[in-house]
Structure formats: C-alpha cells, structure tokens
Nanobody, 119 residues
Framework: VQLQASGGGSVQPGGSLRLSCAAS????????IGWFRQAPGKEREGVSC????????YYTVTMKGRFTISRDNANNMLYLQMSSLKPDDAALYYC?????????????WGKGTQVTVSS
C-alpha cells in the first residue's frame, strides 16, 4: 500500500490549490479514505473523508464550503480542492486510508504535501 500526496505550494490568502493523492496497492473505492493536516506546534486534524459504501463526503466544520474532496476510482486518485484559503490552513496535508469504513480507523498514511498561505 502506498499513498503519495502532491500539489501543495504557496498561495496568498483567498487563493486555491488542488491536492492529489496517488494510491496504489489497494482498490481506492473499497476503503474510506481522507485528508488530514498538521500545522507546526498543533495536533493532526481531520480535513475531509469519503465513505467507501455510500460515497458520502464529510468535512471538518471550518473547511466545509471551502474544500471539496473527490476521488477517481479508475485511476486510484484522491483529490482535495481547496479554495478561499486562509493563513490558518497552512499545514502539511496527508492522505490516509481506513481499515475499511470511516469508523474503522486509519491504517496507512502517505507522505504529506506542504501548503503555505501567506501574503
């Protein structure tokens, strides 16, 4: 199992970025999968996830309406479209898969991609 996030970078407040996560070694649509982030000096927090059975998407409140998670099952890719970025969104962003469903906990984590938001 491998997960590799990419697409991070430096943007000004109000800007947008699209993160990608290339998954391999497992069928993407079989497991719930999501994005997490960790800023320096802060605990890791959940950003968004997609349920494997229903396809429902979930977001942390502070990101709802600004971030959109999606997946391309055919290409085993997970995406996170981020808009209206704020300085507080700056962090290392990770993709991770669950053991099965959303409530089953994460078992594999990818290397993160850095997002910087500053003017």
């Amino acid at each position: 199992v491998q997960l590799q996030a990419s697409g991070g970078g430096s943007v000004q407040p109000g800007g947008s970025l699209r993160l990608s996560c290339a998954a391999s070694g497992f069928p993407l649509d079989y497991y719930a999968i999501g994005w997490f982030r960790q800023a320096p000096g802060k605990e890791r927090e959940g950003v968004s996830c997609i349920d494997n059975l229903s396809g429902s998407t979930y977001y942390t409140v502070t990101m709802k309406g600004r971030f959109t998670i999606s997946r391309d099952n055919a290409n085993n890719m997970l995406y996170l479209q981020m808009s209206s970025l704020k300085p507080d969104d700056a962090a290392l962003y990770y993709c991770a898969k669950t053991r099965y469903g959303i409530m089953d906990g994460m078992d594999y984590w990818g290397k993160g991609t850095q997002v910087t938001v500053s003017s």
